[in-house]
């Protein structure tokens, strides 16, 4: 079981720019959420996305935004990047979407803004 | 609004001693609650949840309304335990989870 993939593992953008992360979940889990954790605090929700529709949306500004693929996939798109969006972004999967399945994590991909 | 509140960032034990993370919530619903672990060079894991009652690896945590507190505890540390915990809430009917800023816990040898 290869778990939660993420990719890229590390990014360096300069402010303005815009990025994509991309996200496979586990095989055979509908559900995908992006967090955004930023050095010394807990994990922040995004998005979440559950048979190809958002469930649910954070705080986050427009700038942010995501979509889910027929094949569960997701990418989580940042525009106009802020030094303020250095941070991990991880992402987590699940089957059903509902709570009931706990979700799994991915190791994350590290964002630096210079 | 939501918050999970985890006021000790940094917690050192001694092997054997018994160990208490804590974890104070707000929220307005029947809350769902969680405990998270990442050790060294891991990714974020679950560690138990309140609804399933399990003991994880000798840790345990009961959900007290009264006080909306959802402590982890273990009776005897051990080494292996060192790591990073968070406590995290999800909301009922959708995965978001609200987490703490979490407790880096150091087992003393």
């Known amino acids: 079981d290869a778990g939660v993939t993420q990719s890229p593992t590390h990014l360096i953008k300069t402010r303005g720019q815009q990025v994509t992360l991309r996200c496979s979940p586990i095989s055979g889990h509908k559900s995908v959420s992006w967090y955004q954790q930023v050095l010394g605090q807990g994990p922040q929700f995004i998005f979440q996305y559950y048979e190809k529709e958002e469930r649910g949306r954070g705080n986050f500004p427009d700038r942010f935004s995501a979509r889910q693929f027929p094949n569960y996939s997701s990418e989580l798109n940042v525009n106009a990047l802020l030094l303020g969006d250095s941070a991990l972004y991880l992402c987590?999967?699940?089957?059903?979407?509902?709570?009931?399945?706990?979700?799994?994590f991915g190791d994350g991909t590290r964002l630096s803004i210079l | 609004a939501q918050r999970v509140t985890q006021p000790e960032k940094l917690l050192s034990v001694f092997k054997g001693a018994p160990v208490e993370l804590k974890c104070n919530y707000s929220?307005?619903?029947?809350?769902?609650l969680f405990w998270y672990v990442q050790y060294s060079r891991q990714r974020l894991q679950l560690l138990l949840r309140?609804?399933s009652r399990e003991s994880i690896k000798g840790f345990t945590a009961d959900l007290n309304k009264g006080e909306t507190s959802f402590h982890l505890k273990k009776p005897f540390a051990q080494e292996e335990d060192s790591a990073m915990y968070y406590c995290?809430?999800?909301?009922?009917?959708?995965?978001?989870?609200?987490f703490g800023t979490g407790t880096r816990l150091t087992i003393i040898p």
């Open positions: 929220y307005s619903g029947s809350p769902e």
């Open positions: 995290a809430l999800m909301n009922f009917g959708n995965e978001k989870l609200t």
């Open positions: 987590a999967s699940s089957y059903g979407g509902w709570g009931k399945e706990p979700q799994h």
């Open positions: 309140h609804i």
